[in-house]
T-cell receptor
Framework: GAVVSQHPSWVICKSGTSVKIECRSLDFQATTMFWYRQFPKQSLMLMATSNEGSKATYEQGVEKDKFLINHASLTLSTLTVTSAHPEDSSFYIC??????????FGPGTRLTVL | GENVEQHPSTLSVQEGDSAVIKCTYS??????FPWYKQELGKRPQLIIDIRSNVGEKKDQRIAVTLNKTAKHFSLHITETQPEDSAVYFC?????????FGQGTELSVKP
């Protein structure tokens, strides 16, 4: 069964609004989780590493003030897209895992900003 | 940081033929290389992986080879079937975070 869940699976919002995406580790307490973004017909791009109890680590080029990550518990990481615009429309996927071992991905969240 | 290049971007084969997808990576510290199959709108599914202390790994019709010296690794699918049609991604692990290749759209024609 799934070991990582995401909610919602899809969301449509108006430009300028904020959207929160939840990622839950169902079977394991995860001190670290990862957020990826995937535009249509493109690869998965790592956005940030979510660290429980501390600040997230963002990849180069990812706006930390726009993509707020909170990892308040060992089973939940959230990604908030603030002031979303059409260019933020994408497939957002979280994962958890350990270095050198299989990563477990969530089912993804399809965000459409009108 | 790590950079992963994947080729080809598209690959079309006849059912029963073999398919090969190649990737190169830049960071010699990377030591774990998974391959994923992704269907439209779905999460990536791990199909095979290899660690840097191994040169080759096989699982039924799927095999992966790794050349650490040259920093490249390849996915081999034999006896392809129409249900193998999907997008395939290679990746390199950097301390748990994955750096993905650009993807290969594989089409297996009956």
């Amino acid at each position: 069964g799934a070991v990582v869940s995401q909610h919602p699976s899809w969301v449509i919002c108006k430009s300028g609004t904020s959207v929160k995406i939840e990622c839950r580790s169902l079977d394991f307490q995860a001190t670290t989780m990862f957020w990826y973004r995937q535009f249509p017909k493109q690869s998965l791009m790592l956005m940030a590493t979510s660290n429980e109890g501390s600040k997230a680590t963002y990849e180069q080029g990812v706006e930390k003030d726009k993509f707020l990550i909170n990892h308040a518990s060992l089973t939940l990481s959230t990604l908030t897209v603030t002031s979303a615009h059409p260019e933020d429309s994408s497939f957002y996927i979280c994962s958890r895992g350990f270095p050198g071992r299989e990563q477990f991905f969530g089912p993804g969240t399809r965000l459409t900003v009108l | 940081g790590e950079n992963v290049e994947q080729h080809p971007s598209t690959l079309s084969v006849q059912e029963g033929d073999s398919a090969v997808i190649k990737c190169t990576y830049s960071d010699s510290a990377s030591n774990y290389f998974p391959w994923y199959k992704q269907e439209l709108g779905k999460r990536p599914q791990l199909i095979i992986d290899i660690r840097s202390n191994v040169g080759e790994k096989k699982d039924q019709r799927i095999a992966v080879t790794l050349n650490k010296t040259a920093k490249h690794f390849s996915l081999h699918i034999t006896e392809t079937q129409p249900e193998d049609s999907a997008v395939y991604f290679c990746a390199a692990d950097q301390g748990g975070k994955l750096i993905f290749g650009q993807g290969t759209e594989l089409s297996v024609k009956p």
